[in-house]
């Protein structure tokens, strides 16, 4: 009742969109309160000093015919964002990929092994925002890179990046992980999932448009860096690697 309230008086709800995926709010009422947080993330971003505003976006492909795809994330180190790391399977003859770490190194396996999957000097280490660098500067650092695809691995996430990418530092912006639910913003075009995880028909609880891959959209490389285990023979393997809090009946 407290959040219809504030939304209906056009307050920002005390209550933030990650943290409303464990109480049992409606999807029209979660993409509200997504919406009025993202205008005011886009609100203070129109207050950060950026030059030139706004930011210029590539015009056509690389030499080489690839487009530049960038994905930034807090969790490229010792989280299951890094533990799970895909990079490597990129396409690369149509791909120039680049991770961008809001981040320092965490000094993990998990760390060296993610930098390890794009080319040397397609690492970035940008640093957190807020300690040691701002969002302005990395705004402008993924707009000299010419990024055609910029995807952010946060969502809602802690150390989401919603302010940033309201600076539109890229053409296409992309959720994908994360929070796993619509950020609300205009700012932001598509959202990853799969037909089961996200139904055709919540399209309309979303503000991005929903690229839907056949299979699951939570891939990952366990079977190359797994190897080592020996397999179960006609077993079913089930993990959860969430928090308690994203766990109710209905789920």
């Known amino acids: 009742r407290v ?11 005390s209550l933030k969109p990650f943290l409303a995926l464990a109480f049992p709010v409606s999807p029209a009422l979660y993409k509200g309160i997504a919406e009025a947080h993202a205008r005011d993330e886009a609100r203070k971003a129109g207050l950060l000093l950026v030059s030139p505003s706004p930011l210029p976006h590539p015009s056509r492909l690389l030499p080489d015919n690839r487009l530049r795809l960038a994905y930034l994330s807090t969790d490229l180190g010792d989280h299951p964002v890094g533990h799970q790391a895909w990079f490597w399977a990129h396409d690369t003859a149509q791909f120039d990929l680049h991770l ?5 190194n965490d000094g993990s396996v998990w760390w060296q092994r993610t930098a390890a999957m794009v080319p040397e000097g397609n690492f970035h280490e940008l640093g957190k925002i807020g300690l040691q660098t701002s969002t302005a500067t990395v705004a402008q650092q993924v707009n ?13 996430t802690a150390g989401n990046q919603v302010d940033l990418l309201a600076l539109r530092p890229a053409p296409l912006q992309v959720e994908y992980m994360g929070s796993h639910d619509t950020l ?23 503000t991005e448009s929903l690229l839907l891959v056949p299979n699951s959209f939570f891939i990952n490389e366990y079977r190359e860096s797994r190897k080592h285990v020996a397999p179960l023979a006609d077993a079913l393997h089930l ?4 928090a308690f809090a994203r766990a109710d009946e209905a789920r």
């Open 3 to 13: 959040v219809t309230a504030q939304l209906l008086e056009g307050k920002v709800p």
């Open 100 to 104: 961008l770490a809001l981040s320092s």
């Open 144 to 156: 000299s890179l010419g990024v055609h695809i910029l995807i952010t691995l946060n969502g809602w």
């Open 184 to 206: 609300g913003a205009s700012f932001v075009d598509s959202f990853v999932s799969d037909r089961i995880a996200t139904p055709p028909e919540m399209g309309e609880f979303f």
């Open 239 to 242: 993990g959860d690697y969430s």
